[in-house]
Nanobody, 126 residues
Framework: QLQLVESGGGLVQPGGSLRLSCAAS????????VGWFRQAPGKEREGVSC????????NYNDFAEGRFTISRDNTKKRVYLQMNSLKPDDTGVYFC???????????????????WGQGTQVTVSS
């Protein structure tokens, strides 16, 4: 069964950057749409961004637009989330998730996603 593993989280000062990585083990992300979600303390999980299986289409939540960039390298079986200009409100656990669908657009809603990673902690604080 496909397993997803996130990495790249950590502690960063406001205004700083992090690059999260999502890797597939015991399977492949080929043909899957991949999304990033986050959950802040005491809040519900929310969508951050998603990328279609061929990388041709992306979707961003309003708070991520212009600051975050999602990309994928199918040869390396990885999906990345580059996060710039980080704010304290970006603090939370970040999850990657995937699902397979023939449509060429990804959906930013978690109910579409079948496989989830364990998450990586991102803390933005001075």
């Amino acid at each position: 069964q496909l397993q997803l593993v996130e990495s790249g989280g950590g502690l960063v000062q406001p205004g700083g950057s992090l690059r999260l990585s999502c890797a597939a083990s015991h399977g492949t992300l080929d043909g899957d749409h991949v999304g990033w979600f986050r959950q802040a303390p005491g809040k519900e999980r929310e969508g951050v961004s998603c990328i279609s299986s061929n990388g041709g289409r992306t979707n961003y939540n309003d708070f991520a637009e212009g600051r975050f960039t999602i990309s994928r390298d199918n040869t390396k079986k990885r999906v990345y989330l580059q996060m710039n200009s980080l704010k304290p409100d970006d603090t939370g656990v970040y999850f990657c998730a995937s699902y397979h669908d023939p449509d060429d657009s990804c959906m930013p809603f978690e109910q579409w996603y079948d496989y989830w990673g364990q998450g990586t902690q991102v803390t933005v604080s001075s």
